[in-house]
């Protein structure tokens, strides 16, 4: 027998001995959480939600209650229609973030479908329309109440109502903006609950840290959603698009992957801290390329 042919028999016989590579295992593959705040199909938070199920999760979601005299049930419907489809969905319940037998509620029935859970998505904000119309000065007292404790305490409420029931390790994350950082003419009252939910995350993030669970915010630069549509984000897709070093906008996709990102093991060591997915926006100290444009209509 040659030489080569002794060759070709020994790599001939390493190659069928070798295993077949290991199926590499999903990012979320036995992880169990809740999802609170998906309203329908361009919620940021449905966008993380997709990205947890597709790298095998399991979720709970809830819904804004339903009116009473609504009997075609519109917002469970809206998210029934994303959820109901998808294997990892495993509850769908209404809950008011601003009642606390709906919180208790939701988490028993959490703890009763998972026992422990590794993630908890908060994405929840609300304020008057009014009030949000107005001067920041002139937020009726009765608004500001109802807005700081829509979209500020409910991160407290529901963070402390799955204290029990996190897994050592886990992950909370919450939704907020640059306005709460920055002035953003516009903003107004919502501006002010943002820098008081950073705040906020911050403490939780020392009182979970404790527990061995991490707390962090996610600040998505202007995407087309319910509340985006009412804080203006029209105008400030274009402005964004000129300012950003990227100079775009960010995606549905971008937001939901780095959401994802924050709840996973993936972070396991990233705790306190705001993740800004803008394009670079939050970064610029002035008007950039968008000076350029200025100039353009300046001549």
């Not at 000065?137 to 991160?155: N, P």
């Not at 501006?191 to 009182?207: H, I, T």
């Not at 527990?211 to 009412?230: D, F, K, M, Q």
């Not at 780095?258 to 939050?282: C, K």
Request: glycine share 10%; aromatic share 6%.
């Amino acid at each position: 027998m040659s030489v080569l042919e002794t060759a070709a028999m020994m790599f001939t016989a390493g190659q069928s001995n070798r295993t077949k590579p290991k199926r590499l295992k999903m990012q979320f593959e036995g992880k169990k959480g809740l999802i609170i705040g998906v309203a329908n199909d361009h919620s940021i938070a449905w966008a993380i939600a997709q990205e947890i199920l597709k790298q095998g999760g399991k979720c709970g979601f809830t819904h804004l209650p339903d009116r009473a005299d609504d009997e075609k049930q519109r917002n469970r419907r809206r998210v029934a229609k994303l959820t109901d489809p998808e294997d990892g969905a495993e509850f769908l319940l209404p809950m008011d973030a601003n009642n606390d037998d709906d919180i208790r509620t939701i988490f028993e029935h959490t703890e009763k479908t998972f026992g422990k859970i590794d993630f908890l998505l908060h994405s929840i904000a609300f304020a008057d329309r009014d009030d949000l119309g107005r001067e920041t000065m002139h937020t009726s007292r009765s608004g500001f109440k109802l807005a700081m404790e829509s979209s500020v305490f409910s991160l407290l409420a529901v963070t402390a109502a799955a204290e029990p029931i996190m897994n050592p390790g886990g992950s909370v994350l919450t939704m907020t903006y640059y306005g709460g950082e920055k002035c953003v003419p516009g903003y107004n009252v919502m501006g002010v609950c943002k820098a008081a939910l950073d705040a906020s995350m911050r403490y939780l993030a020392f009182d979970m840290g404790a527990r061995g669970v991490r707390v962090n915010a996610l600040s998505a630069g202007p995407i087309r959603t319910l509340a985006g549509r009412a804080a203006g984000v029209e105008e400030m897709l274009t402005m964004y698009e000129h300012m950003a070093p990227m100079g775009r906008n960010v995606t549905h996709e971008e937001v939901g992957k780095s959401g994802a990102f924050l709840l996973s093991d993936a972070s396991s060591g990233i705790s306190g801290e705001i993740l800004h997915v803008d394009g670079g926006y939050h970064a610029m100290g002035s008007p950039g390329r968008l000076l350029d444009e200025i100039k353009k209509q300046t001549k």
